[in-house]
């Protein structure tokens, strides 16, 4: 079973990189043709896995997108229904920045919007089923980040970013 995870969440980070592009262009085109058009940046930095430094990261390195999905050690599922042997449960993390509030809520709403259209197109992952069709998408972290570290006040807007942080949880049985 944790060598199945792994290769879940590869199959799923590959994908994302292959398919969100176009995703973005579909979700950007929707929002323009109803007056509230705003720019979708490509991806920058992909990831596997969690990122304790992700907050930490320069305004340069957002968007990010990265895939974690839990590796449980190989044993026996000691769950009635087989539950753990049957089920892989990933998270999808977007991080996006912005020089304002109502922006970076707009480009994190979109990119999630993104995200979930690309999962519903691909459904399945190395022999695993999309069991949540609508994945749930959580806000993480809500940030306002200096630029710089040299001489910046945090109290001017000019001086800061702010940084939306979500994970959508995919669930996924197969096997």
């Known amino acids: 079973m944790a060598y199945d995870n792994e290769k879940v969440g590869k199959a799923i980070l590959a994908h994302l990189k292959s398919d969100l592009a176009t995703r973005l262009v579909t979700v950007a085109a929707y929002w323009t043709a109803q007056s509230d058009p705003v720019t979708l940046p490509a991806v920058v930095t992909w990831f596997?896995?969690?990122?304790?430094?992700?907050?930490?990261?320069a305004v340069t390195a957002f968007p990010f997108v990265g895939v974690l999905v839990p590796v449980r050690e190989p044993g026996e599922d000691r769950s009635t229904w087989k539950y753990q042997s049957q089920t892989v449960h990933a998270f999808v993390d977007l991080a996006v920045s912005a020089a304002d509030e109502l922006t970076v809520n707009k480009i994190a709403h979109r990119y999630a919007e993104a995200l979930c259209l690309s999962l519903q197109q691909a459904a399945t992952f190395t022999g695993y089923t999309q069991v949540n069709y609508e994945p749930p998408v959580n806000l993480v972290s809500f940030t306002r980040h200096l630029k710089s570290q040299d001489n910046a006040d945090a109290f001017n807007a000019d001086d800061v970013y702010y940084l939306v942080v979500k994970s959508i949880a995919v669930d996924l049985q197969g096997g």
């Open 48 to 57: 596997e896995g969690y990122k304790p430094t992700l907050l930490e990261q």
